[in-house]
């Protein structure tokens, strides 16, 4: 706070706007740097981008205006009844003679504030429906590129691409660094979804980070970053945190994970869930054809019975002798059919088997992988020359440099 008020005013004689223009000087010298707390009120957002509300406490209030410069990037949405503390000068708005507060930048007065813009952001938008499951998008239980946005040095990164490889070692990782923490954070995010959703062929899409504390997961809480996820049309997994942290972004996504370990889990079904369905549809199919068989069989039985009440004793019989070897000889093809299928399944499982990374490595052949980001390289001009990276063998692995490029 600056003191620099004269101790006397030689002038008598003033126009109303030299008045006011004195008086502006006088208060902006003397109270600018400063912060003030109080309970908002009469919060409007004009479409200027500037912010007007009322600060006040138990006996006063004061206008203030925190332009756009200034609010762009507030991580809350600004709601009256908030307890807030404000920093800037006093000034005065001199074409009505009214004294205002400039503010530069405010934070809530403890968690407590923080946990109300929170729920009051989470009754607006469900309110408007963003929580709706009829806006859910339902996941492709069998992706073939995954997209994750998280920090790109966080412990969350390397969890679910440790879980994505071991579950579903074929997938496309897609890693879109972003801030997480912090002014900007929510926007960051944002853009890097709309980047992975227009961009490239993502089936679904994972944002996330480790626990913290209410401020440090406050990104997910914003405004900006939740009607992002709403308006996405690729598939969103939200997992934020632990299991017990609930942010605003986990209520809009089409599916909240515990934990991002548990977001890879969930995006990716393994090889071996893969063949239990297959198994499950050949019982399915058994049953199936079995009942069918049956249902006409007492069919015929109860024609048969009716005909025997006419006495055409002898096309009965032969018709009944001609059903029941028609049902030994269909039963029979069925059984065959089956065993057949039983035996194509066991070979697919072992050409599956076959195909898999380790046995590939271990016929003699070697996978290239990025240092940094544990990417598979596709193709040698992606690398510079001095570029480090992994070379994976069936027995092992290999630190590497690029040298130069070669034709063999």
């Known amino acids: 706070m600056c003191l620099g008020v004269p101790n006397t005013v030689t002038k008598s004689h003033y126009s109303v706007s030299d008045l006011i223009s004195k008086t502006r000087q006088i208060l902006e010298l003397s109270f600018k740097n400063i912060w003030v707390d109080g309970e908002t009120s009469n919060v409007h957002y004009h479409s200027s981008g500037h912010i007007y509300f009322t600060l006040k406490d138990s006996l006063s209030e004061i206008r203030c205006a925190m332009f756009q410069h200034s609010n762009k990037f507030l991580r809350f949405k ?19 003679g009214q004294m205002q507060f ?3 930048k405010l934070q809530v007065a403890g968690i407590g504030a923080l946990y ?20 859910k998008t339902t996941l492709n239980s069998i ?10 040095e966080g412990a969350a990164l390397r969890d679910i691409i440790h879980v994505l490889k071991r579950r579903s070692p074929f997938v496309n990782i897609i890693v879109r660094p972003a801030r997480v923490q912090g002014t900007g954070a929510a926007e960051d995010i944002s853009d890097g979804i709309m980047e992975l959703s227009n961009n490239y ?13 209410i401020e440090d997961l406050w990104a997910f809480n914003e405004e900006v970053l939740a009607r992002t996820i709403f308006n996405c049309k690729t598939p969103i997994i939200s997992a934020v945190g632990h299991e017990t942290d609930y942010t605003i972004a986990d209520f809009v996504a089409d599916v909240r994970a515990a934990t991002p370990s548990v977001a ?6 393994s090889k071996d869930e893969i063949l239990q369905r297959f198994e499950s549809l050949n019982n399915k199919m058994i049953s199936s054809v079995i009942s069918m068989i049956k249902s006409e069989y007492l069919k015929v039985e109860n024609a048969s019975d009716r005909l025997s009440m006419l006495q055409p004793l002898n096309k009965i019989t032969f018709n009944k002798k001609w059903l029941s070897h028609s049902y030994n000889t269909i039963t029979k093809l069925i059984i065959e059919k089956l065993e057949s299928g039983d035996s194509q399944l066991i070979g697919y499982e072992k050409h599956l088997n076959s195909l898999g990374p380790k046995q590939v490595l271990d016929r003699g052949y070697s996978l290239a992988i990025t240092k940094n980001t544990n990417q598979i390289i596709r193709s040698s001009k992606t690398l510079l020359e001095g570029d480090k990276f992994y070379l994976k063998t069936g027995d092992g692995s290999l630190e590497a440099e690029k040298i130069s490029e070669i034709k063999l």
Do not use: W
């Open 102 to 104: 400039v503010v530069e």
């Open 116 to 135: 109300q813009a929170f729920e009051a952001l989470k009754s607006k938008l469900e309110d408007e429906g963003l929580f709706s499951l009829e806006h």
């Open 78 to 96: 600004l709601e009256d009844g908030m307890r807030i503390m404000v920093y800037g000068a006093l000034s005065i708005f001199e074409s009505r």
């Open 264 to 269: 890879a889990e969930i995006i990716c079904i």
């Open 201 to 213: 062929n993502i089936d679904t899409i994972i944002i996330g980070r480790g626990g913290g504390s």
């Open 143 to 152: 992706p073939g590129s995954v997209g994750i946005i998280t920090s790109g």
